[in-house]
C-alpha cells in the first residue's frame, strides 16, 4: 500500500470516529432523575403522567406532571407485578417497549463475524503470496528458457 492510500485511511477513520463522538454528544440530553422502586410506586398515583416500560433492561421511564423525566430500575421477576400496578394507577400515557431488533439487523449482527473472518484469512493470503495473486495458488509461473540452457 503507498503512503498517499494509508493517509486517506488513516484520515477517514479520524473523521469517523470524530464523527461519531459528535453525533454522541450532541444527540445526549439531560441524564433523567433516578428513582428507587419505592419512591417511583409512592409517586404513581399522584403525579406520573408518562411511563415506557424497557422489558429487556428492567428499567422504566418516565415523565412526572412537571415535566422532569424519571427512569427507575426494577428485579428481573417483577415485570408483571410493576405492570399491573402501572396499570391500576391509571396512568395516562402507558407504553411497553419489548425492544426487539429487526430482522435485517439480526442477520447482519449473525453474519458480521464471519465476513470479518474471511476478509482477514483473504487479506493475509495476499500479503504472504506477494499481493495479487491471492486466488491464483494453483498455477505454476512461467520459467522462460534460453536456447542455450537446457
Do not use: C
Not at 464523527?19 to 419505592?38: I, K, M, Q, T, Y
Not at 404513581?44 to 415523565?63: F, N, Q
Not at 406532571?65 to 400515557?93: H, K, L, M
Amino acid at each position: 500500500m503507498t503512503t498517499r492510500r494509508r493517509t486517506i485511511i488513516a484520515g477517514a477513520a479520524v473523521a469517523l470516529v470524530v464523527a461519531l463522538v459528535l453525533v454522541r454528544v450532541v444527540s445526549a440530553g439531560p441524564e433523567p432523575n433516578s428513582l428507587s422502586l419505592g419512591e417511583f410506586r409512592a409517586r404513581l398515583d399522584t403525579d406520573v403522567t408518562e411511563v415506557v416500560l424497557l422489558d429487556t433492561d428492567h428499567k422504566i421511564e418516565g415523565v412526572f406532571d412537571n415535566g422532569r423525566e424519571f427512569e427507575v430500575r426494577y428485579p428481573a421477576g417483577y415485570t408483571a407485578r410493576i405492570t399491573q400496578q402501572i396499570v391500576d394507577a391509571d396512568v395516562p400515557d402507558f407504553r411497553v417497549d419489548s425492544q426487539q431488533e429487526g430482522e435485517w439487523v439480526s442477520l447482519l449482527l449473525n453474519l458480521l463475524p464471519i465476513l470479518i473472518v474471511v476478509a482477514l484469512v483473504l487479506y493475509f493470503l495476499n500479503r504472504s503470496q506477494g499481493g495479487g495473486r491471492v486466488m491464483s495458488f494453483g498455477k505454476a509461473k512461467t520459467k522462460s528458457f534460453s536456447k542455450d540452457e537446457p
